[in-house]
């Protein structure tokens, strides 16, 4: 039986009716940019993320980059993050005229290591950018105690962990700002590009509120350079009626996960998962490691099961970042994920006899004889 590693198809069949009844009104309104449903979409997505203030803009990429201006940066200010995630989280530090600082994933989750962490600080220092790997919460706690004590602000890449908690608070209102992305592979999915800056702060909302939209204040009012990164109100539409299904849609992914965990453990060198301490997986992705990860890769690919790699090649190594003049081994766990790690599928939509299939075929590959 193939078994897809993603079709997007099946969540949206879901929404369809709904949907177009969406694109009839504001074909008929003509109201593409901003208005009310973008308004709507704002409110209720900061209430899903347990936050006052929310703005939606056109990409995760934009979210993170707008979250960061809004904190303020000088040239040669430093912002550390992790070397295994997608490229955005690192570039956005650059293309705001700041440094980049890596330090190393803790293999226990992937996700920022805290003792690492502090050992990066410098009197340069301004930000520091955790990424919730997979829909997996870093552990905020301990990163957020370290930037209170060096007075820096936390912008969370939570691109990948809409609806996910840490001891019951929803990521993206554990640091200064949160980031989403709404790609339409994402737990929350929009039909298109579409991103998202929440926080608790009003000051900061404003100031993203003016970056997206040119810098204004008011209509032709330009209090300092912004960007073109506003949402259509096509997205915001669609995102709205989206997410009145996310809970459950999350749900049916931690099902899944739960079966995966179920039928795999303890089957050759794999490792499944990671979750951290008191949190809540909005299970993005369901990542294994092995050692054999290319071999397991092919032997599902020839029975036609769909698989990816997140991440292949880690930021550190890419030719973007030669110029840091990191080396492969300063990084070992971002190095040693970067090999090992495989997804397998998992989507809303996903049948039973499909899991049930990967889970025969992960088995059959290290039962070889």
């Known amino acids: 039986m193939p078994v897809p590693f993603l079709d997007l198809s099946r969540q949206n069949r879901e929404i369809r009716d709904h949907a177009l009844a969406l694109f009839s009104d504001i074909l008929e309104k003509s109201a593409f940019i901003g208005g009310a449903y973008v308004q709507e979409f704002e409110a209720n997505f900061a209430r899903f993320c347990q936050v006052p203030h929310g703005v939606a803009v056109n990409s995760g990429t934009d979210a993170l980059r707008l979250a960061i201006a809004a904190c303020g940066l000088e040239p040669g200010d430093e912002i550390i993050t992790v070397p295994f995630t997608f490229i955005a989280t690192a570039e956005v530090i650059t293309q705001n005229v700041a440094r980049l600082v890596f330090v190393d994933i803790d293999p226990d989750t992937y996700n920022m290591d805290p003792r690492k962490l502090e050992a990066a600080i410098t009197p340069r220092t301004r930000g520091i950018i955790p990424v919730h790997l997979y829909g997996n919460p870093a552990p905020m706690d301990a990163i957020m105690d370290i930037a209170r004590r060096h007075k820096l602000w936390v912008v969370e890449d939570a691109c990948q962990a809409h609806g996910a908690t840490l001891g019951g608070r929803a990521v993206g209102g554990l640091g200064t700002m949160g980031t989403f992305s709404f790609y339409p592979t994402k737990n929350l999915g929009a039909t298109g590009e579409g991103g998202f800056v929440t926080t608790h702060s009003e000051e900061l909302a404003q100031k993203v509120l003016a970056l997206r939209n040119h810098g204004q204040s008011a209509r032709y009012a330009h209090e300092f350079e912004g960007y073109n990164a506003r949402m259509d109100a096509l997205k915001a539409a669609v995102l709205n009626e989206k997410l009145r299904h996310l809970p459950e849609w999350n749900r049916q992914r931690a099902h899944w996960a739960d079966v995966y965990y179920d039928g795999l453990r303890q089957v050759g060198d794999l490792v499944l998962p990671p979750i951290t301490e008191g949190a809540t997986h909005a299970w993005h992705l369901f990542s294994v490691r092995t050692q054999q990860r290319d071999a ?24 973007a970042y030669l110029h840091l003049g990191y080396a492969p081994e300063d990084f070992p766990v971002s190095m040693e994920c970067s090999r090992t790690v495989l997804s397998l599928p998992l989507y809303q939509g996903i049948t039973e006899p499909e899991v049930a299939e990967t889970i025969t075929a992960v088995r059959a590959f290290f039962n070889r004889s």
Not at 296 to 319: D, N, S, W
């Open 296 to 319: 397991l890769r092919a032997f599902l690919t020839e029975r036609g099961i769909g698989t990816a790699v997140h991440y292949p090649i880690p930021l550190h190594v890419q030719k």
